[in-house]
């Protein structure tokens, strides 16, 4: 009796003061609450911060000077020391607009639209690789579990095995050896039983960690839906929604643009300049005050000869360097996406087969079991060989618990290839960070923060 309540609190332990969560629900919490994908949102209004940079050169630079000076002259003559002394008060605004500047403004602007469209997909694969870690870990604690509950249903089976291995034993129907072997199965499912309990423990303090909060599996997941038909249809969508792709592609725009505007940098370049100032002297001891009132505009043309000591041209060079590199990851990624698409569904499929597979040998190891304990009731079978059926009960169920995380992984990591694995495409609960949005706050803020 002291055992049988010992392995109902045991099983207790791991629902007590934690809250019930569905995968659904994990994931919103991770979508809130972790810290990495925390980070990558303020990486990407890091990055977008470089498009009001680039349009601010086509602003004006306006500024305003204030200045106040005292000079004093001595003056040694036939009178003796004269002393001079004159206050001047001087005040500017200063206007420069550049007219042309081989056109590396425009090119600027082109490359941060860019740069823009590959943070925002580097988002989106930072979203997704959240999202899918999210739900590994939600069926590894799921998986963890379920080997516990099996490990817990073992228990008590060998226990009831061995106290009728020993009663057995006692009326000369059962031999020591039966009566030792139940003894040490039941003794292994104790160990087993407490190896999966710790397990289980410390899956659920990384789930914590990853999500925010303690978690009770109370629903088995259940399979994504829209999921492409055939290989085909699952190549041609990832190829054209892939983020990486995505992110890829306009990294290497970017890095073209950045050519052009480093190639502008050895144009010439016209500003147009304007200046008004203000101004009073006091002069002493006579205190004659002139006021002084200025306006300049002028066209400055320069022309480069010899820009920075070479480092402009450096700067192309370096940008071609850059263009080449970023058409080679390009062509990388578009090879990766490809291994991506064939090892992904060649995996779901297989994992299918494999879970089907487990079911059905779930179905006939119960089956199995089921008929050695009549048969050995009826003295056909042996302990020995209800021990045996058990144990090829509890590997199957085990078999199929770890079968069914692989398939659901290897599902939704199919969503993560293509694009879909978002809290958007999920239609997740809660506030969600859109990158469009957060682009267009700050697209044209050029003042205020």
Do not use: C
């Amino acid at each position: 009796m002291k055992k049988s309540l010992s392995i109902i609190l045991a099983s207790l332990a791991l629902n007590q003061n934690v809250s019930a969560i569905n995968l659904t629900q994990a994931l919103e919490y991770a979508y809130k609450n972790n810290s990495d994908f925390k980070s990558s949102q303020e990486d990407y209004r890091i990055v977008i911060e470089q498009f009001p940079q680039a349009l601010s050169r086509f602003m004006p630079d306006i500024s305003a000077d204030f200045k106040y000076g005292r000079k004093i002259t001595k003056q040694t003559g036939i009178r003796g020391i004269d002393r001079l002394e004159a206050r001047s008060y001087n005040k500017s605004l200063n206007v420069t607009q550049n007219l042309f500047r081989g056109g590396t403004d425009y090119a600027g602007l082109k490359a941060a639209k860019s740069q823009f469209m590959a943070a925002k997909y580097k988002f989106v694969a930072s979203e997704q690789d959240t999202m899918l870690k999210a739900v590994q870990q939600f069926l590894e604690y799921y998986v963890a579990k379920e080997i516990y509950r099996i490990y817990l249903e073992n228990t008590a089976f060998y226990q009831t095995l061995a106290e009728s291995a020993r009663q057995k034993f006692k009326l000369g129907q059962a031999t020591r050896t039966e009566l030792a072997q139940a003894q040490t199965e039941y003794a292994r499912s104790n160990s087993e039983k407490a190896k999966a309990y710790a397990n289980s423990l410390a899956i659920r303090m990384k789930f914590r960690q990853f999500l925010g909060i303690d978690p009770v599996v109370i629903e088995i997941p259940k399979i994504p839906q829209n999921l492409p038909k055939t290989i085909e249809e699952f190549r041609q969508i990832s190829l054209k929604s892939n983020p990486t792709i995505l992110a890829t592609r306009a990294s290497a725009d970017a890095a073209n643009s950045a050519i052009h505007a480093a190639r502008a940098g050895l144009a010439p370049s016209v500003d147009l300049i304007s200046k008004t100032s203000f101004g009073d002297t006091i002069k002493s001891p006579s205190s004659a005050k002139t006021k002084l009132n200025e306006f300049e505009t002028a066209v400055q043309l320069r022309i480069p000869i010899i820009p920075k000591g070479g480092a402009e041209v450096s700067r192309v060079r370096e940008a071609r360097n850059k263009a080449r590199k970023s058409a080679i990851a390009l062509t990388e990624a578009m090879r990766s996406t490809e291994t991506d698409i064939e090892s992904s569904w060649e995996l779901f499929i297989a994992n299918g087969k494999s879970l089907k597979s487990s079911e059905e040998a779930i179905k006939t190891a119960s089956l199995a079991l089921k008929g050695t304990k009549h048969e050995e009731a009826a003295g056909t079978k042996s302990i020995l060989d209800v021990l045996k059926a058990k144990k090829d009960l509890s590997d199957t169920d085990i078999n199929k618990v770890k079968s069914l995380k692989e398939y659901l992984v290897s599902a939704y990591k199919m969503h993560a290839v293509w694009g879909q694995l978002t809290a958007k495409m999920l239609k997740l609960n809660g506030k969600q960070f859109d990158p469009e949005d957060e682009f267009k706050k700050i697209q044209f803020k050029l003042i205020g923060f």
